[in-house]
């Protein structure tokens, strides 16, 4: 089992920057794929960033692509969303998750991760 925390969400104004943390328990995440969906309310909680267990590849979703970065650091446990040029649009709870795999296959729906964090919110005003 491994148990996700996230930090870092506040509110924030069109253009401004956060950056979310994700601190992980019980496994160290160095064999695991991490990601962070978002849901905003009354949508699906949708994909926005994965990377693979080596941090060798990432994917993005269109709509963050060139604006949010993540990351990784296997030695404290930890994965990061950079988030710039944030957008009203961007507002959101985020959620990091988990799922264990050493493959190179990036991975950007919701069924294909076991573990969850229990989320944080972004607010961007406009």
């Known amino acids: 089992q491994v148990q996700l925390v996230e930090s870092g969400g506040g509110l924030v104004q069109t253009g401004g920057s956060l950056r979310l943390s994700c601190a992980a328990s019980?496994?160290?995440?160095?064999?695991?794929?991490m990601a962070w969906f978002r849901q905003a309310p009354g949508k699906d909680r949708e994909f926005v960033a994965t990377v693979i267990w080596s941090g060798g590849r990432t994917k993005y979703a269109d709509s963050v692509k060139g604006r949010f970065t993540i990351s990784r650091d296997n030695a404290k446990n930890t994965v990061y969303l950079q988030m710039n040029s944030l957008k009203p649009e961007d507002t959101a709870v985020y959620y990091c998750?988990?799922?264990?795999?050493?493959?190179?296959?990036?991975?950007?729906?919701?069924?294909?991760?076991?573990?969850w964090g229990q989320g944080t919110q972004v607010t961007v005003s406009s």
């Open positions: 998750a988990a799922e264990g795999a050493i493959d190179g296959r990036v991975r950007t729906t919701v069924d294909e991760y076991d573990y």
């Open positions: 019980g496994r160290t995440i160095s064999s695991y794929a």
